[in-house]
């Protein structure tokens, strides 16, 4: 008995596994223009947001390190208080913590932790009298004293 539909000739219809395979095989990775076009995204935005990141690096330290002058300024301030007078340039900063200095009305140490900060680069504070008042200075990224740029004297 025959069918009354028309017979059509067969077609070359893949198998549902090997469809699933090949769909896997595409899907496994990515191209060699896709890979290009991720980098070339990535490396235009480290190029447009890299140098502003680095700016505002470079203003969070001179920002730290002015809070940093300050606190070091009020602990000279109520060391003054203490003793009646200012450190020696000698003394320097090391007044504020060190008890075996001998200063008459110690009341150390002035500062937290009983140690004494560095600025933001990793190098000391400098202290010096000038004009009679005591001057806290941090000599900057390169730590000598001068400078401009990231290399200038930040002082209070």
Not at 77 to 106: C, H, M, V, Y
């Amino acid at each position: 008995m025959r069918s009354s539909q028309p017979s059509f000739p067969s077609m070359p219809f893949r198998s549902k596994r090997r469809r699933h395979l090949s769909r896997r095989r595409a899907a496994k990775g990515f191209s060699l223009v896709e890979m290009l076009v991720a980098v070339a995204i990535v490396g235009l935005l480290v190029g447009l947001v890299g140098p502003a990141a680095l700016r505002q690096l470079q203003s969070s330290r001179i920002t730290a390190t002015e809070a940093q002058i300050a606190q070091l300024r009020a602990a000279i301030d109520i060391f003054e208080i203490d003793t009646g007078r200012l450190p020696t340039e000698q003394e320097g900063l090391n007044a504020l913590l060190d008890p075996n200095l001998g200063i008459p009305g110690w009341n150390g140490p002035y500062l937290r932790d009983g140690k004494m900060p560095l600025d933001p680069w990793g190098n000391a504070y400098g202290y010096a009298r000038a004009d009679g008042g005591p001057r806290v200075i941090s000599f900057g990224a390169d730590g000598q004293p001068g400078g401009q740029g990231n290399d200038a004297d930040i002082a209070g």
